[in-house]
């Protein structure tokens, strides 16, 4: 976060990457549930967050993260509806 240039910085709020780091495999369905919910909110605040910024960036890297943006976007349009979990 600090190298991004100081207009850009507030695109992306500080995020915890512990889990990134140290990732806990779920075993129950509830669960994959829980860690996929996770994976969808976690893409959706980045897709969400980013987008409106694309135009500040140099074309080269706008293309780039614009890539990356639409990856990241199929997340949410592939991801399963919440399954059923018994409690």
């Known amino acids: 976060m600090a ?3 100081p207009a850009l910085q507030s695109a992306l709020p500080p995020l915890d990457l512990g889990l990134l ?3 806990c495999y ?3 369905a509830r669960e994959r549930q829980q860690h996929l919910q996770t994976a ?3 893409t959706t605040w980045l897709v969400e967050g980013l987008t409106p910024h694309l135009p500040a960036l140099e074309p ?3 293309a780039v993260v ?3 943006l639409a990856a990241l976007a ?4 592939t991801s399963s509806p919440p ?4 409690m």
């Open 60 to 62: 080269a890297l706008r």
């Open 83 to 86: 399954m059923p979990v018994a």
């Open 74 to 77: 199929k997340v949410q349009l």
């Open 3 to 5: 190298s991004a240039p």
């Open 40 to 42: 969808v909110s976690v």
């Open 21 to 23: 780091a140290r990732p």
């Open 66 to 68: 614009a890539d990356y």
């Open 26 to 28: 779920p075993r129950t």
